[in-house]
């Protein structure tokens, strides 16, 4: 989970993934698509394509 160490997305949405990802009784697939949205939410290109 490395990518939640650089979020740079709103606080709020960060502290809302984080407490997903840490819960036992979610899915994988769901936290995996959630690491996924962090990994690609990190890159500039993504979040401000020009």
Not at 28 to 45: C, H, P, T, V, W
Request: glycine share 4%.
């Amino acid at each position: 989970m490395t990518a939640l160490a650089r979020i740079k997305i709103d606080s709020e949405i960060g502290a809302i993934i984080e407490t997903i990802l840490a819960r036992t009784d979610v899915d994988a697939k769901i936290k995996e698509g959630f690491q996924e949205f962090l990994y690609y939410s990190n890159f500039r290109d993504w979040r401000n394509p020009d």
